[in-house]
């Protein structure tokens, strides 16, 4: 379900301690919702597709990449591709990319035949 800049806002401002909320200037407030709108503009950030089945959902995000060399050996390590959670999609992946190979290799060779009967 998609939020509207506006909830997300007042999700946002919600979850702030009254104390610090009201130390906010009108100024300051304006220039934190902006953030918020910037974002949904989508502009700068990353492009996105997500898919839900069921009880599951699976997020795909592609852009730019913006993280520095030494940020990128750090996440590496914090987050890992091959781990026994991440299997199921790895090989869901890898069987897609084959089953897709098999079929476009099935396909031409069946083509090139059709072209050499005629």
């Known amino acids: 379900m998609a ?5 997300r ?3 946002f401002w919600s979850q702030i301690d009254k104390g610090v909320l009201d130390s906010f200037s009108g100024q300051q407030r ?3 919702e902006k953030v918020f709108q910037k974002e949904e503009s989508g502009k700068d950030g990353p492009s996105d597709i997500r898919l839900s089945f069921g009880r599951f959902f699976v997020t795909i995000l592609w852009g ?3 993280r520095g060399a030494e940020r990128l050996v750090r996440e590496r390590s914090e987050h890992p591709v091959f ?3 991440k299997m199921p999609v790895i090989l869901a992946i890898w069987a897609a990319i084959l089953f897709t190979g098999y079929s ?3 396909l031409t060779f ?3 035949a059709a072209v050499m009967a005629w």
Do not use: P
């Open 9 to 11: 806002i007042d999700r």
């Open 83 to 85: 781990t026994l959670r």
């Open 64 to 66: 730019r990449e913006k």
């Open 30 to 32: 304006t220039a934190i």
């Open 104 to 106: 476009v290799v099935a």
């Open 3 to 7: 939020y509207s800049t506006a909830h």
């Open 110 to 112: 069946r083509a090139i």
